[in-house]
């Protein structure tokens, strides 16, 4: 499954949450912050999460960490493992450029 094809189903499933426990509102905030938060860190685009199948899991994770903390946020300094290592295998932002370009 490519990360673009995450459905508030799909992470409400995952949460084990039945209906009338969650809006579809509640549940895209959490889709679109783990997708943002996503983007930043590893510093790559959406077509470029939909390359790499690993992204989704990270995605279904992060939502599961904010929707268990009921924040909508995560901290890079307590960040799950399977979540760093996975986006670190990736992040384009933290390589250094050929002859200083940007």
């Known amino acids: ?3 673009s094809e995450i459905s508030v189903n799909n992470i409400a499933e995952y949460l084990r949450l039945d209906q009338g426990e969650y809006t579809d509102s509640e549940i ?11 983007r930043s860190y590893a510093g790559i685009t959406d077509a470029e999460m939909d390359v790499h199948e690993d992204f989704t899991i990270v ?9 268990d903390n009921r924040t909508l946020y995560v901290d890079k300094n307590n960040l799950n493992r399977v979540v760093k290592t996975i986006l670190g295998m990736y992040s384009t932002n933290l390589l250094p450029t050929p002859d200083g370009v940007t």
């Open 1 to 3: 499954m490519k990360v």
């Open 28 to 38: 895209q905030a959490l889709i679109d912050s783990a997708k943002a938060f996503t």
């Open 59 to 67: 995605v279904y994770i992060l939502c599961q960490d904010m929707y």
